[in-house]
């Protein structure tokens, strides 16, 4: 597997540095709202793990993949253990840039939990989201699964959209805070088990996949 | 005989073709050319010996063992090169070896690097911005850096030139010096095949037709050309299909020195693989 994850890193060089210019952008966008920056950053790196697939798709890779003494199983973990290290590595540098940038404008007080707590919670998210995704890309394709992905976005956006413009008319419904406390505690293994799900379906699909 | 691959009844459907009840064996320490039309079956069924593809029914042993059971230490043991490339074209070639190695318990620097050198694969560039011929080259380097003990070749020499494909055929030839070595290589290019095969298997239509030794092949098989009369004469059981021109006839024999001895007027040449594959596919059966 860890061939697999060089693989994936010596071709991702060139996405690497787009989006080191891209990455000094939001830097100065997000200046005063440094505890935004790990947010996106966390829900944009994993990108980088469909471009990988999107590569794979082009250059044919995954019949020769299947051919090498590796096993369809763990050509699909490769890309989840990507995405894990993608997520928390590009959040990482996020929470350390914005901890610099709130210390700089003398903020860190009152930034810096909020800073590493959305880095925290911008990773689970990230992993959550992207473990609805993958399955999705194995079975439809890099080019469609895109597609599909933007829609997916889109309705959790409006889903949680609506969920907030109605919250007046839904307070019986509305955790309480002992309740959020204990889903927050339990969300490591809640997102544990999604991304265990995520990956059988996903291996179970790769599996059956002919090679092309 | 000991074989390095075993194929029996082997059975694949798909909506518009399949691979129909394939028995055919690969002897160890020996050249096996794979060849057949476009579409004849012959990538399906190395899918099914790398089992890329799962069988309908059947049985495939590489190496006297289930290709499924015992698939990751069998994969360690096969070189696979296809039809192009399928490496990511961002990589150079030491970083491909450095991927490589991590896959690959047996993998051998040095010779990945020799063959680097033999190659003249530059190592600063690219793959990307290599020749077609340069990253099969490429290709073939990797399948023969890990002490496999069989290379299997879909097509691995069309589109390159002929340069490119005599420098490859060298190699293989070199490979096979070892009699533990087996190469099983699927080709259109029957010469390439003519110079370095031992048998020859033709599937055709999902079938195999026919799995023989290269020599035997060759003295066995003949053409016969004749009037209409003469053909009429002809014994079906001695012939194997037939084709008819302006001039008369062109009869496909698979007893070559039997008819001879029987019809001595016949003009009966050699046969080469190309013709009996064009017989056998385009010739009316007798």
Known sequence: MSALLLKDFYSLRPYFKSFGIMYLIFIVCFLKTPEVLSSVMAVMSPMAVINTMSYDDYYHWNRYAKALPMGSRTIVKSKYILLVLLSAA???VAGVVGSVMSIVQNMAAEK???IWGGALGSVGIAIL???????????????????????????LTASIYLLLSL???????????????LLLYMSPLIILLIVWASYQISCKIFEKQGAD | MDYAIELQNVCKNYDNFKLDHVTMNVPKGSV???????????????????????VDSGKIQVFGQDHVEQEQAIKEQIGVVFDESCFHEQLTAPEIGKVMSKIYKEWQPREF???LRRFQLPAQKKIKEYSRGMKMKLSIAVAMSHKAKLLILDEATSGLDPIVRDEILELFLDFIQDEEHTILVSSHIISDLEKIADYIIFIHGGKILFQKNKDELLYEYGIIRCSEEQFRK???????????????YEVLTGKRKEIGKIYRDLVIDQADIENIILFYVKGVRL
């Open chain 1, 129 to 155: 989201l992207y473990s609805f995704v993958l399955p999705l890309l194995y079975k439809f394709g890099v080019e469609k699964g895109r597609f599909i992905m933007i829609g997916l976005i889109g309705v």
């Open chain 2, 234 to 248: 002809l014994d079906p059981k001695l012939c194997i299909s037939y084709r008819k021109n302006q001039f008369g």
């Open chain 2, 32 to 54: 096996v050319g794979f060849v057949g039309e476009n579409g004849a079956g012959k990538t399906t069924t190395i899918k099914a010996i790398l089992n890329l593809i799962t």
């Open chain 2, 113 to 115: 690097d020799e063959f």
């Open chain 1, 90 to 92: 590009m959040s990482a």
């Open chain 1, 167 to 181: 919250k007046d008319k839904l307070t019986g419904f509305i955790p309480s805070e002992g309740q959020l406390k």
């Open chain 1, 112 to 114: 810096l939990p909020v």
